[in-house]
């Protein structure tokens, strides 16, 4: 069972370059999202979605852009990148029910913006 | 916003000793409440989930204790080992909404062999 698989594990951009995070799960999960972590911030939500086609965002959206085509798949792209979004860059998923399925986490992306 | 809270930020104990983490929330009205392990480099690992309904949960050398009404949950490692070395976090699902998930900042915890 691989959970959740996150590609790249690093990346290295130039400002002003654009790329995806790709976030997959294979345990049905209804609940996606994503997370950046920095360094005395902890985690912070992106963007999240709650089944196939529903996208939302979280407390720090801008920059970034999500969909959700299917229910295993919900990539992260970067449309044009900025060193303030050097990050470790997570991906979570849970089912069971919204409010209190158990929440498993990608092992992340660490991208660095110069 | 709810305010979730772990003291403290580093810790440091030699081996085989017994150790709790604390995990503070401001709004007590919460659902459920979640630790996490995090080594350094990697994703979170989740240890134990707490439904609203249950005050404790145990996995092996682990417990984790939840008092809604003083906001306010324990994680006790029991026999600490070296390889328990990560950060812990704690995260509580508070509302109805999907975006309901807030996280601790987490305690980082050193086991001296």
């Known amino acids: 069972n691989a959970g959740v698989t996150q590609t790249p594990k690093f990346q290295v951009l130039k400002t002003g370059q654009s790329m995806t995070l790709q976030c997959a799960q294979d345990m049905n999960h209804e609940y996606m999202s994503w997370y950046r972590q920095d360094p005395g911030m902890g985690l912070r939500l992106i963007h999240y979605?709650?089944?196939?086609?529903?996208?939302d965002q979280g407390e720090v959206p801008n920059g970034y852009n999500v969909s959700r085509s299917t229910t295993e798949d919900f990539p992260l792209r970067l449309l044009s990148a900025a060193p303030s979004q050097t990050s470790v860059y997570f991906c979570?998923?849970?089912?069971?029910?919204?409010?209190?399925?158990?929440?498993?986490f990608g092992e992340g992306s660490r991208l660095t913006v110069l | 916003k709810q305010e979730v809270t772990q003291i403290p930020a580093a810790l440091s104990v030699p081996e085989g000793e017994n150790l709790v983490l604390n995990c503070s929330f401001t709004?007590?009205?919460?659902?459920?409440l979640q630790w996490f392990r995090q080594d350094p480099g990697k994703g979170l690992t989740s240890l134990l989930l707490?439904?609203?309904?249950?005050r404790e949960q145990t996995s092996g050398r682990l417990n984790a204790s939840l008092d809604k009404s003083s906001g306010r949950s324990t994680l006790y490692i029991a026999a600490s080992q070296p390889g328990d070395s990560a950060t812990y976090l704690c995260a509580v699902y508070k509302g109805t909404g999907a975006n309901n998930l807030f996280f601790g900042t987490g305690t980082r915890l050193t086991v001296i062999p």
């Open positions: 979570a998923s849970r089912g069971q029910g919204l409010l209190s399925g158990e929440l498993f």
């Open positions: 979605s709650v089944g196939a086609g529903i996208t």
């Open positions: 707490i439904q609203s309904s249950q």
């Open positions: 709004d007590s009205a919460i659902y459920n």
